[in-house]
């Protein structure tokens, strides 16, 4: 089981950005795949991106705006988030499971992080 240690999140105007970090020790892509969820208030957990040793997949309603990459030296997996709008509100969660291939199936993750608040407004 990894533990998954959210950073990175806060308030940021419209048209801004920011980069949220998930760190697991133990982690790497070799073994498990990490994907971005997120939640806003009122509305279901939204799967956003992951990524694992065989693919990266970026969901088409952040396709542009956010990429997903990893660093295994340092057991993180990172979350970029570009022309932040304010209907990307939501608080943000990271999640793993052993796999190669990476899904945003949000049931198929066993391992999540506590979650981290991103507020867009100005």
């Known amino acids: 089981q990894l533990q998954l240690v959210e950073s990175g999140g806060g308030l940021v105007q419209p048209g801004g950005s920011l980069k949220l970090s998930c760190t697991a020790p133990?982690?790497?892509?070799?073994?498990?795949?990490i994907g971005w969820f997120r939640q806003a208030p009122g509305k279901e957990r939204e799967g956003i991106s992951c990524?694992?040793?065989?693919?990266?997949y970026v969901a088409d309603s952040v396709k542009g705006r956010f990429t997903t990459s990893a660093d295994n030296a340092k057991n993180t997996v990172y979350l970029q988030m570009n022309s932040l709008a304010p209907e990307d509100t939501a608080v943000y969660y990271c999640?793993?499971?052993?796999?190669?291939?990476?899904?945003?199936?949000?049931?198929?993750?066993?391992?999540w992080g506590q979650g981290i608040q991103v507020t867009v407004s100005s």
């Open positions: 990524i694992g040793s065989y693919n990266t």
């Open positions: 133990g982690f790497t892509t070799d073994l498990y795949v």
């Open positions: 999640a793993a499971r052993s796999a190669y291939f990476c899904t945003i199936d949000v049931p198929s993750y066993n391992d």
